[in-house]
């Protein structure tokens, strides 16, 4: 196939990977040239902030455990005010998504650069892209002061995972990837990342649910999520996160729950009108038909495979649906407010994924 003209915009950061790295933490701290880094990480991690302020040792001016999804902004206030009490330069994010977006307000708002430290698969730390919540209402955006100055990824760190997250989470990671192979930005770049990323994290997968412990799945699983990662950061995305985002901000709905049951739908919506992110997917997924080999692979791993037991109720579709094609955004397979019904009644139902566009 020949190729055509693309463009690739690589995002800077440094990153640091492999068993044992969060042990270079407060040698990454001062080589940033970071005197006093405040830690945030959820309630939940609190325990794992503990031990990586105690790491930084004279480098941490304290552990906030308050993050949550979604970033609310009394959080991002109260953050905002530790780390200007505390005169820190810096924040250090230990877990997934939510402390990493706690950790870009701050940058947002205070230029304070970010080191991230993620343990969950939901690439955050790959993107220039913020959120925070106010009255209900979640704002997005982008820019390249919240992007993480530098990122280590310690697969011990993320041994304690719990299955069932791990599962989604990766899912979700896997999401990013089939969503920048047909991005309206792709790049052979990118599709290289996309389908080693796929295929990491699909093979890691499997083994982290018959043995959490596995550290080398373990560190399969976190270099898919990077690559994955960086998909997310390098393009645009298009119907699959414009509904899960619809999903989650309206109806409160699981974040990467509802992208694991959501993408072999999309992936089916979309495959006949992008055959080479379909070719791509299918030589990694090993299947004629990617969109459902992904949604086997959820079945073999106990994923969530219906929106109604994330919580979804059925008249909640035509809304979503209504929400989904108001504004229009680049996707392979043209958007109708009656293939998105049909696409959400699956998905909430629980069906196997169908050519339904
Ligand atoms: P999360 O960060 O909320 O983590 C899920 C749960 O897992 C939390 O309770 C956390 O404490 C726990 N946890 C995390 N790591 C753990 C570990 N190693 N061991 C045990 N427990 C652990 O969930 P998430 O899916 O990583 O992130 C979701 C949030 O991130 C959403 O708000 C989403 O919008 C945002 N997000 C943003 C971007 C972006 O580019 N801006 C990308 C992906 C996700």
Redesign the pocket.
């Known amino acids: 196939m020949l190729m055509g003209s693309f463009a690739y915009e690589a995002l800077p950061m440094r990153v640091r990977f492999g068993s044992g790295t969060v042990s270079a933490l407060r040698e990454e701290v001062a080589h940033l040239g970071l005197h006093r880094v405040l830690i945030l ?5 609190a325990p ?1 902030g503990e031990l990586v302020s105690a790491a930084l040792g004279e480098h941490s001016a304290g552990l906030l455990a308050e ?5 609310p902004i009394e959080v991002a206030t109260l953050a905002r005010d530790r780390a200007a009490a505390l005169d820190a330069d810096g924040c250090v994010v230990v ?7 706690l950790g ?1 307000i701050v940058a947002l708002e205070h230029g304070l650069p970010i080191v991230a430290v ?7 730390e ?6 925070r919540t106010s009255d209900g209402v ?1 704002q ?1 955006g982008k820019d390249l002061r ?1 992007l993480p100055a530098s990122v280590l990824y310690d697969p011990e ?6 299955v069932p ?1 791990s599962v ?2 990766g899912l ?1 990671a896997v999401a ?1 990837a089939v969503e920048a192979l047909y991005a309206p930005d792709a790049s052979p770049i990118v599709s290289l990342l996309a389908e080693e990323g796929t295929r990491a994290m699909t093979t890691a997968l499997p083994a982290i649910v018959r043995d959490p412990r596995d550290l080398d799945a373990r560190t399969l699983g976190l270099y898919g999520s990077w690559l994955c ?1 960086v998909c ?2 390098a393009t645009t995305m298009s119907l699959h996160h414009k509904l899960c ?1 619809a999903l ?1 901000g309206t109806l409160n709905l699981p ?2 729950a509802t992208h694991a049951v959501v993408i072999p739908h999309v992936l089916a919506y979309n495959q006949a009108a992008a055959p080479a992110a379909t070719e791509a997917l299918s030589r990694v997924l090993g299947a004629s038909d990617p969109a459902r080999a992904l949604w086997d692979l959820a079945g073999k791993l106990r994923a969530p495979r219906s929106l109604a037991e994330l919580g979804m109720r059925k008249d909640d579709i035509e809304p979503i649906a209504e929400q989904v094609v108001a504004n229009p955004y680049a996707n392979p397979a043209p958007i109708t407010r009656d293939g998105v019904v049909r696409l959400l009644r699956a998905a909430w139902s629980g069906q196997p994924p169908s050519n339904i566009s």
């Open positions: 990480c959820t309630p939940g991690q794992m993050a949550r999804m979604h970033v877990g997934g998504g939510s402390a990493i977006g870009k993620p343990t969950t698969y939901a690439g955050s790959m993107t220039s892209v913020w959120g979640k997005t919240v760190l993320t041994v304690a995972l719990p997250i989604t989470s979700n990013h990662g997310l950061g985002h989650g974040h990467s």
